[in-house]
C-alpha cells in the first residue's frame, strides 16, 4: 500500500529562521520555496535518503504530518477509510495531492 515515506510536513511560523537552522546549523540543502495562497513552504534535504523536510508556515507547532507515495492515491484512501481511517484535511505539494496521516 505504501511505496516509501517521501515528506515530513513539519511546522514553521517563522519560515525563514526554520530554512536558516535547518541549512546552516543542520547543514542541509534547500531545494524549493514557494508562496502560494498566503502560505510559505520549503523543501530541505538533511540527507541522501528520504524523507525530506517540509517546512511550512501555516500549520500548528504540534501538528507534524507525515506524507507517503502511494501509486493510486484514490484507492489507497479508500481502502483505508474502509478500515476506520480518520482522513484529515487533503493537500497540495509541489510534487501533487496529499492526503496526510
Given at each position: 500500500m505504501f511505496e516509501s515515506l517521501d515528506f515530513l510536513y513539519v511546522p514553521a511560523p517563522n519560515i525563514q529562521e526554520s530554512?536558516?537552522?535547518?541549512?546552516?546549523?543542520?547543514?542541509?540543502?534547500?531545494?524549493?520555496?514557494i508562496h502560494a495562497y498566503g502560505v510559505w513552504v520549503a523543501c530541505i534535504r538533511l540527507s541522501d535518503k528520504q524523507p525530506y523536510?517540509?517546512?511550512a508556515d501555516h500549520i500548528e507547532r504540534?501538528?507534524?504530518?507525515?506524507?507517503?507515495?502511494?501509486?493510486?492515491?484514490?484507492?489507497v484512501a479508500s481502502e483505508l477509510r474502509a478500515r476506520g481511517w480518520r482522513e484529515e484535511k487533503s493537500l497540495e505539494i509541489p510534487n501533487g495531492p496529499c492526503m496526510p496521516s
Open positions: 530554512i536558516r537552522y535547518y541549512t546552516k546549523v543542520l547543514a542541509g540543502e534547500l531545494l524549493w520555496k523536510f517540509l517546512l504540534k501538528d507534524l504530518k507525515m506524507i507517503y507515495r502511494v501509486s493510486n492515491l484514490e484507492n
